[in-house]
Each structure stands twice: as structure tokens, then as C-alpha cells.
């Protein structure tokens, strides 16, 4: 069963080339928290601009210096083949599960009975058990809760990972889905709630700059500690926002970067933070105390 904190790690780039040594720099760092795992080749690693072979370096990298932590893949592509390729390479070089986001381009055609059809045929056909990802921010589309369900029962998925912030979806998710299905909160902003509700944890971006605040979190809910574990829950909440929905990717590399870690540019086409944003920036890390 999956539980508790997993980083959603960025990629590093150094002159838009992806610099290995500061991936293992960064987990070096993350290993010395009780983090249950990480999550590579995800919306915030930037897998959209990664090659195959980036994308297979990177695994075999954080596999090697992540000692026996889990480890997830995004591997999701809009082709049932594709996908399955990527995900049992990604499976041959570490990976521990298939984080697989709902295809998206024919978002008319993406319906109840196509999801059944997709997760299914990947399900099927791949080596390591299969983790939906529903970040319809990014994708515009939403899988619903019957279909959800339905795939549930699939011996093969095991799980999904939502980043809405609709408790009430979540909570829905939950009921709906048997006991053994692992649904992970899948954004920082109702870490808490979502855990409530009956989430197992949380594949987070925040984890990346604030990991033991996320894990504190996470053990405050599981000693009863809500009051606790709502005052740390609160103080995350802008920035949360600040390196998800208002400055993205560079906002969380740049938080980063001012935290110790190696966060660099984004790969372009992204852009980096530009100063007059980091100077917003900057506060809402010193009121959250994790900038000092």
C-alpha cells in the first residue's frame, strides 16, 4: 500500500542540458527525510520536454541514489503503445510504479468508455502496477468518478492521484473506489483535508521546498494532531499557491534555489522567474518561515 509524502521532483536543466549530478545533489539532500519515495518524469519534472532517453537516465539516476525509497514514473503518453513501451523500459530501469496521466488531446472523444478502453489496455500489458493521474489544470479533462470506480476493480490499478482541490471529489473518489484503491492528494493546498477524508498521502510539488513541514503534516493527522497539523497545514497555503497556480514550474525552481536545492531554469520554451516576481516571491517564503 502507498502512504505518506512523495516529492514531485523538477528536472534540472543547466543550459537547458539535464544535469544528472545536480538530480543526485538534490535527492542526497531529500534522503535525509523521512520521505516514503519520490515521483520522477511528472507535470513538474517537465516531461514533456524530455526525451526517451532523458526520461530512462533519469529513472536509473534516482533509483541508484534513492536507496529503497518508491518510486514513481510518470510514463503517460497519449499512445496505449507508447505508453506501455515507456512504462516497462521505465520498469527495466527502477521504477517502482506507472504514473499515467489521462490522455488529453481529443478532449471531445475522452469519455467514460474511452477511459475504460485506455487504462485497461496499459494495465494489461505493463510490468509494475498502474497509478492514474487526473491534473486537469493541465489536460482539461476530468475522469469521473464512475469510471474511476469502474477501473478500480482492475487488479493492476492501484491508485490514482488527483491534484483538484475539490475535497468533495476527493471524498467521493474515496467512498466510491474499494479500500485497497490508494488515492493521493495530489496537490499541497489540502494535504490535510484530503488525508481526513481518507487519502493515503500526497504527491506534492511543495515537498520539494518544504518536505518536513509535509511530513509533519502528515504524522500530526496520523497522532490525531488536526489542530497542529491545520496551524502548518494554513501557513503553506500561499506558498503552495505561489509554486503551483500563480508562477509554476520557475516559481518552484526558484523557490528552490533560494532554499538550499539546485532548482535552475526551465526547459524552454518555459521561462525562469523574472526578478520582478521573485521579488514576490521571496516574502511569501519568509512568512511561510521557510526563508529566513
Known sequence: MLKGIYPALITPFVRDVVAYNKLTENLHKYNKNDLSGYVVLGSNGESVFLTKSEKLKIISTVREHSGNKTLIAGTGLESIKETIDLTNECAKN?????????????????????????????????????IIYNVTKFTNVNIDIESIAKLAEHHNIIGIKNSTENIAEINATIHNAPNDFNVLVGTG???LYGLISGAVGGILALA??????????????????????EKIQSRLHA???????TYGVAGLKASMGLLGYFGGQPRKPLQPL???????????????????
Not at 510504479?97 to 477511459?115: D, E, Q, R
Not at 521546498?209 to 496520523?222: H, Q, R, S, T, V
Not at 506558498?239 to 497556480?245: F, G, L, P, R, S
Open 94 to 130: 527502477g521504477a517502482d510504479y506507472a504514473l499515467v496521466i489521462t490522455p488529453s488531446f481529443y478532449k471531445a472523444g475522452m469519455n467514460h468508455k474511452a477511459f475504460i478502453n485506455y487504462y485497461r489496455a496499459v494495465a494489461d500489458s505493463i510490468s509494475i502496477p498502474l
Open 189 to 191: 493546498s489540502v494535504l
Open 239 to 245: 506558498v503552495n499557491k505561489a509554486i503551483t497556480a
Open 208 to 229: 520539494n521546498i518544504a518536505p518536513g513541514e509535509c511530513i509533519k503534516i502528515f504524522d500530526l493527522f496520523n497522532e490525531g494532531k488536526l489542530i497542529e497539523a
Open 274 to 292: 523574472t526578478s520582478s516576481k521573485m521579488k514576490r516571491l521571496k516574502p511569501i517564503l519568509l512568512k511561510a518561515k521557510l526563508l529566513k
